[in-house]
């Protein structure tokens, strides 16, 4: 008996259709991974590109001011001693044979005061345009709320030292090395080696 309704078209129909499916797949994973391929960095001899110098923070912990070479600005945060109380409890024979406790409390300097010393962005960069565009990068990283005013106010040093925590230092002055991460300076960028004559 011949199939009249036209069933074996549709299979064949579908079975073509599934073809190009698979077909087109193949084309896309192909393609894709030749993109990507071409997008590689190259690496080794031909590598010329420069790379960037990750922004760090330099802290002495120096009393006496550095000496700024040129163009640069150092700022100083106060370090407050960090104090240790101790208190302990001894058992001692009371006069009626009792036990009777004292109680000894005294307080150990654990660090000393100091104070710490960082390169900031000098005072010609940070105008009212500066400030907006780091209130900006701080709403952008979910660490500042308010309003941008190109001011620094109290909920901005907040999120600066937020923000600055991350990176090791906790002070609400703006560093560098931050002021960098947070794309409002210009980073270095270390020139590789030419290569040679092969």
């Known amino acids: 008996m011949q199939d009249t309704s036209g069933g074996g078209a549709v299979q064949a129909q579908r079975t073509t259709i599934r073809r190009h499916q698979r077909w087109a797949w193949r084309a896309a994973v192909t393609l894709g991974a030749g993109l990507i391929a071409a997008c590689s960095p190259v690496i080794g001899q031909f590598d010329t590109a420069p790379r960037m110098i990750e922004p760090e923070i330099v802290i002495l912990n120096d009393p006496e001011r550095p000496v700024p070479a040129p163009g640069e600005c150092w700022a100083r945060d106060r370090l407050p001693a960090v104090v240790e109380t101790i208190t302990l409890q001894r058992a001692e024979p009371g006069p009626d044979g009792t036990t009777v406790f004292r ?16 390169q900031v962005p000098c005072a010609g960069v940070q105008d009212a345009a500066f400030r907006a565009a780091l209130q900006r990068a701080l709403a952008a990283r979910d660490l500042y709320a308010g309003p941008v005013t190109g001011e620094i106010d109290g909920p901005t040093r907040t999120a600066i030292r937020r923000f600055q925590q991350g990176l090791g230092l906790n002070s609400s002055t703006l560093s560098l090395a931050a002021a960098q991460s947070l794309g409002l300076l210009p980073v270095t960028l270390e020139q590789p080696p030419r290569p040679g004559p092969v």
């Open 103 to 118: 109680t000894d409390t005294r307080q150990q300097i654990v660090d000393e005061r100091r104070s710490l010393w960082f």
